[in-house]
Structure formats: C-alpha cells, structure tokens
C-alpha cells in the first residue's frame, strides 16, 4: 500500500526536551511538509521541502527544525525554543511542489 | 492577506438529504483548490482537487466547483449518510508553495 506513515501517534515531552516526529513515504513524491493543526485554527505550514537535501521555513518555523536526507523521509525535531508545541502535526507530501497533497495520520504531541 | 473562510462552522442534517458545503478566498489567482475530510482524531483524506482552468470536478456522490471570480467553492454530497459525518476543510493552493486552509465545517448526518 502507497501512503504517509507518521509515528507515534501520541508523543509526550517533558519541558526543555526535544523530541523528533518521524514521516516516511513510499509515494515517490519529490516534495513534502510539516503542518501544525491547533483547535479553531486552521493548519499551518512549518516546513516544507521540495526535493533532498533541501528544505524551507514555513510561516511558524520557530522552534522547529528537519533534514531531508532521503526522499522518502522528512523527520520533524520540536525543540525546547518551541514555546507552545501541544498541537497535532501532519505530515503531507505531493508529486513536486503545488500539485495535490496527501496526508499521514498525525502525531498529537503534548507537553507534561 | 490571502485566506480561506468556511461556513458555516457546524452543519446538521437528516440522513439521504443533499448538502452543500462552502468555501470563500480573498484572492482569485488560484493554482488549485482542494477539498479533505477529516474524522476525529485522524489525517487528512483528500476528496476532490480542482485546478485553477476547471469548474468542477466529480468523484461518486461528491462534486466540487469552483468560481475564481467571485472567490468561491462548493462541496455537494448527494444522498447523505450517517458515514459521511466528519470535518470538511478547504484548502486553497495561491501558488506559494503552501495550502492555505479555512478552519472546517463539522458535518453530521442524522440516522
């Protein structure tokens, strides 16, 4: 089956920890990105990355940071910058840049 | 500022009724426009993408259209039912690099 996998589903951080959100595709898709999803808000673009080795801030990149080493994986670190993380991330990805995006399942990461 | 604006935020309706779901952007230059569904606690399931040069698009009991004059979409589902209760977002490509997204409508279909 071709899709997104995001994990874990739930992931919980102390404060001043980081913590890494993982995103693996096997559709062969050049490009990929992070969003932020927080209740009333609509989704927010953090990073994203059209081809390896390559990678741009989104609108709310602060606090965030990715690599992307391979084109089927695009890991999100939270860092301990990151002053309100308690959100649910999605992972997308999509042929190139611009065409239709799909989507993981999400991870709901929450600070204890 | 571009944005994209679904309303309203909840929507109620009787199981095998026809629904229309709405979606309005600020600004007419387009790339694409796609619309998603999501249940609770879940991803993103892309229903329908329409491409700025096309009206509408159709997959099954759903049919997109799109009016860039006025800066306007649609999301029709014919003969609802009970399974197609979940949030409908909007999102709306302007050409940079990112989809802007409304905030949804809640959709629920009573048995």
């Known amino acids: 089956d071709g899709g997104i996998t995001q994990s874990p589903k739930y992931l919980f951080r102390k404060e001043g920890q980081n913590v890494t959100l993982s995103c693996e595709q096997n559709?062969?898709?050049?490009?990929m990105y992070w969003y932020r999803q927080d209740p009333g808000q609509g989704l927010r673009l953090i990073y994203y990355s059209q081809i390896v080795n390559d990678f741009q801030k989104g609108d709310i990149a602060e606090g965030y940071s990715v690599s992307r080493e391979k084109k089927e994986s695009f890991p999100l670190t939270v860092t301990s910058a990151q002053k309100n993380p308690t959100a649910f991330y999605l992972c997308?990805?999509?042929?190139?840049?611009?065409?239709?995006?799909?989507f993981g399942q999400g991870t709901r990461l929450t600070v204890v | 500022k571009q944005e994209v604006t679904q309303i309203p935020a909840a929507l109620s309706v009787p199981e095998g009724e026809n629904l229309v779901l709405n979606c309005s952007f600020t600004d007419s230059a387009i790339y694409n426009l796609q619309w998603f569904r999501q249940d609770p606690g879940k991803g993103l399931t892309s229903l329908l993408l329409?491409?700025?040069?096309?009206r509408e698009q159709t997959s099954g009991r759903l049919n997109a259209s799109l009016d860039k004059s006025s800066g306007r979409s649609t999301l029709y589902i014919a003969a609802s039912q009970p399974g197609d209760s979940a949030t409908y977002l909007c999102?709306?490509?302007?050409?940079?690099?990112?989809?802007?997204f409304g905030t949804g409508t809640r959709l629920t279909i009573i048995p």
């Open positions: 329409i491409q700025s040069s096309q």
């Open positions: 997308a990805s999509s042929r190139r840049l611009n065409t239709e995006a799909f």
């Open positions: 999102a709306v490509n302007f050409g940079n690099e990112k989809l802007t």
């Open positions: 559709l062969n898709h050049d490009a």
